[in-house]
């Protein structure tokens, strides 16, 4: 069916999403993380970015806060431009785990791989094979760069929140080496494990989260800047990964009720893509038991429902004037 929605219901639609959503309480920052702590948990930003070049923005879209594990999108992107989707798919994996984003178990569970890119070990393992190999340099301009076309602007380490999830990164230190004895670390495992930490400590804004989202639902072709970030056919690979385990234990949960793929963040973010119509991003510090946020869910489930829009739908979409 095809269904046609102006840039005005869309910006609509944020706008009344955002008041809707903007006195939900309930959550708790990330404590174990002592920078995400003390984060005011009354930070609230929702964006979209339409194919056009379009940004709604609304709140507190300009906020840096720490990217966290959106940024595991971002990294298996440029794997998966490095390497090609078949060598991803033979040296992590694409499958859900069914378990918490830091599961060791999960690791005993599936020793043959890390799962997917999207959890932490697989995401460690993602930086172990950035290229080029064993520069640590080398591959965090990579990574770093990766971040900056995607997002349409430059992207900086937060430096305490840096330091912060280095001094307590212990669950994903045994990760690291558990992938090692397996095999499943393919450069070194400390400088791997830095790489992680360091990109999750990417300070990012929600208008920038929602750039990388329509750059995904764009096919790879940043709205924004108008330059092809990665190749198209790689953009139903990324997102498949990000409907399969984007909210980790609660994503059918998730997708079930909001229609659309997305990755949340354990710093309060939330990156959601439509393809081919656009990309959502949302921000809340106080988060669910899962890791997610709470008010970010509730404002981009909010404006699929006023839209009535859902990648399942069979609708093909226009967006116009």
């Known amino acids: 069916m095809d269904k046609t929605l102006t840039r005005a219901q869309i910006t609509q639609a944020v706008q009344e999403a955002y008041e809707e959503c903007k006195n939900i309480s309930g959550g708790h920052n990330a404590d174990y993380i002592p920078f995400l702590a003390n984060i005011d948990p009354n930070l609230f930003g929702l964006s979209v970015t339409l ?3 379009t940004v709604i923005n609304v709140g507190d879209t300009e906020y840096k806060f720490g990217i966290e594990s959106v940024s595991k999108v971002l990294t298996a992107i440029l794997v998966l431009k490095q390497h090609g989707a078949d060598a991803v798919l033979k040296q992590i994996g694409a499958d859900a785990t069914g378990l918490p984003f830091n599961s060791i178990f999960a690791i005993l569970l599936e020793n043959d791989h890390p799962s997917t890119p999207l959890v932490n070990a697989g995401a460690i393992t993602a930086c172990s094979m950035v290229e080029p190999k064993g520069d640590s340099w080398g591959k965090w301009e990579a990574i770093i760069n990766n971040f900056t076309d995607l997002c349409g602007s430059e992207a900086q380490v937060i430096d305490e929140l840096y330091k912060s999830e280095s001094d307590t990164n212990f ?3 045994a990760i690291a080496w558990l992938l090692k004895n397996y095999n499943r670390i393919y450069d070194d495992v400390p400088m791997s494990l830095d790489l992680y930490t360091r990109q999750c400590s990417v300070g990012i804004t929600a208008s920038q989260l929602s750039i990388c989202a329509g750059t995904i639902a764009n096919g790879g072709l940043n709205p924004v800047t108008k330059a092809q970030v990665f190749a198209p056919e790689l953009a139903p690979k990324i997102t498949t990964l990000i409907s399969s385990v984007g909210f980790y234990q609660n994503t059918g949960d998730w997708l079930y009720s909001s229609g659309i793929p997305a990755k949340s963040g ?3 973010g939330v990156l959601g893509v439509m393809p081919g119509v656009m990309g959502i991003a949302a921000f809340a510090p106080p988060l669910d038991v ?5 008010k970010a869910q509730a404002a981009v489930k909010a404006v699929m429902k006023k839209l009535d829009l859902g990648v399942f739908n069979g609708d093909r979409v ?3 004037d």
């Open 171 to 173: 669950n994903n230190r």
């Open 318 to 320: 226009t967006v116009t």
């Open 290 to 294: 899962a890791g997610n946020s709470v």
């Open 266 to 268: 354990v710093g309060g």
């Open 51 to 53: 194919l056009d070049g």
